[in-house]
């Protein structure tokens, strides 16, 4: 059984507040109904003549577009079929999405992490943003050694 430690002339430490999640993780049928509405518009397509080709309701492929439906696998080969792209090309752009949030996300938990800890102040630069396929030399060192970062990185 643990002693009381005022009892012993010492006071506890403070308790620090969990870290509380920053992002909410982004779900498939989020990222997949971006990768569509962007191959939509990329093409100049009415949401109309997608649902037509790929004979389905106007409705549906409005809700898959905006992340709402979880389309089966027919549904979302016969979507890309109507755009005229490649299911793997689709699904391909999907997990960069999904892994580029991920990446975001840890980076994000560990600048509240290092708050938290009263450590030196934490930055979060996003490299890509900027069209850098990479981190310049002085930054290299600091960034995480993650390899789905794609151009994430933590500095301090």
Do not use: F, N, W
């Not at 109904?33 to 191959?39: E, I, K, V, W």
């Not at 037509?52 to 409705?59: I, N």
């Not at 979507?79 to 999904?98: G, K, N, P, T």
């Amino acid at each position: 059984m643990q002693d009381d430690v005022t009892t012993r002339g010492r006071h506890p430490a403070p308790v620090r507040p969990a870290a509380r999640p920053t992002t909410v993780p982004t779900l498939l049928r989020t990222a997949l109904g971006a990768s569509l509405r962007r191959r939509r518009d990329e093409q100049g397509l009415r949401i109309v003549d997608v649902a037509e080709r790929a004979r389905l309701s106007v409705a549906y492929v409005s809700e898959v577009e905006r992340g709402r439906k979880e389309p089966s696998s027919e549904v979302v080969a016969a979507l890309c079929r109507a755009l005229d792209a490649s299911l793997a090309d689709v699904l391909r752009e999907v997990v960069e999405a999904l892994e580029r949030d991920a990446a975001r996300a840890r980076l994000a938990e560990l600048r509240d992490r290092a708050r938290l800890s009263g450590r030196a102040p934490v930055r979060v630069l996003d490299l890509t943003a900027r069209g850098e396929a990479r981190p310049a030399g002085a930054l290299t060192a600091r960034v995480r050694t993650d390899a789905r970062l794609e151009g994430l990185a933590l500095a301090a």
